[in-house]
């Protein structure tokens, strides 16, 4: 029988991403213990009633006692406070990791707190849907679906190959980049799309000439997707936009101006240059689907296993 990749894993958080780990885990044979801690007492009792983990725990010093991999699945906004919960307790050669969509902010959070002999190697797996909590997780989650490693210059090669290795058991492609580039990536294909479907969402529902039975009737395919990425997680995206937000505010700048100039080119009445604008954007599209990256057809907020973050 092949040994497992790691001995004992605790994940600290077991909503979606936590929880499809875990039964991805399961399901590939890499770990011989898996131990979780919340301190909801609601998503413990999931947790075991599910069969994700083997034993719960209320506080991550006590999941983390003994792990030979830590994984922080909780919203970023935590990471700082576990980080210094785990740090006393972890055992040296220990990889500590996460699965957040803003990575400068691990190193920065995250680093300080962990002894010099423990391996920190920041991740994220550009996976999901918009349901959170344990019943949503599923083990084909990564499958096909790129996971981001952002270690810093002197991590351990070790760790860093074992923490790959671990993401691409689990069906997922792996790359890997600096903090600093993967926001700055994220910012634009993700974290702004996010901001700009919760506004348009919210505008339509503070229309005073169009009352909400309306939008709700006729929505149209566009619609219907931004409301299924407006029902995302509101403590992580709070977050993501608080602790990215260099990144963001900068490719939201870069919008607002590509926003302008269509504005401008509706009210002059240039054809061409829509019907430039869309064709482009159009062979994006395909090339998106021709990655591997999405369906020929939409969704349309359907939940659809590997569903993109």
């Given amino acids: 029988m092949t040994e497992p990749l790691f001995r004992r894993v605790a994940l600290i958080g077991i909503g979606l991403i936590g929880s499809s780990m875990a039964l991805a885990m399961r399901r590939h044979g890499l770990a011989g213990e898996i131990v979780c801690a919340t301190r909801s007492e609601k998503s413990r009792a999931a947790a075991l009633r599910l069969g994700l983990v083997d034993a719960v725990h209320e506080d991550a010093a006590s999941a983390a006692r003994g792990a030979d991999l830590v994984v922080l699945a909780t919203p970023i906004g935590a990471f700082a406070r576990i980080a210094a919960e785990i740090g006393p307790v972890v055992a040296a050669g220990t990889i500590v990791t996460d699965v957040g969509s803003v990575k400068g902010m691990v190193l920065r959070d995250v680093g300080p707190h962990l002894p010099l002999n423990v391996h920190l190697v920041p ?181 659809v296993p590997g569903g993109g973050e």
């Fill in 123 to 303: 991740g994220h797996p550009v996976a999901g849907t918009e349901h959170s909590g344990p019943e949503s997780g599923f083990a084909e989650l990564f499958e096909n679906r790129w996971c981001i490693l952002t270690p810093p210059d002197d991590a351990d090669a070790a760790a860093v190959d074992k923490v790959e290795a671990l993401w691409a058991a689990m069906g997922a492609k792996v790359d890997r980049m600096s903090a600093q580039h993967h926001d700055l990536v994220l910012a634009i294909t993700s974290h702004v799309p996010h901001l700009i479907a919760y506004n348009i969402v919210g505008t339509a529902s503070d229309l005073e000439a169009v009352t909400q039975s309306e939008v709700i009737k006729y929505s149209a395919g566009g619609f219907r997707d931004f409301t299924r990425i407006a029902a995302s997680d509101p403590t992580m995206w709070r977050d993501i936009f608080l602790n990215n937000r260099e990144a963001v505010l900068e490719m939201l700048g870069r919008f607002v101006e590509d926003l302008t100039a269509l504005q401008r080119a509706i009210r002059w009445g240039e054809g061409d240059a829509l019907f430039d604008l869309f064709t482009k954007t159009r062979a994006i599209r395909r090339s998106i689907v021709d990655a591997g990256q999405e369906t020929p057809a939409a969704d349309f907020g359907r939940r």
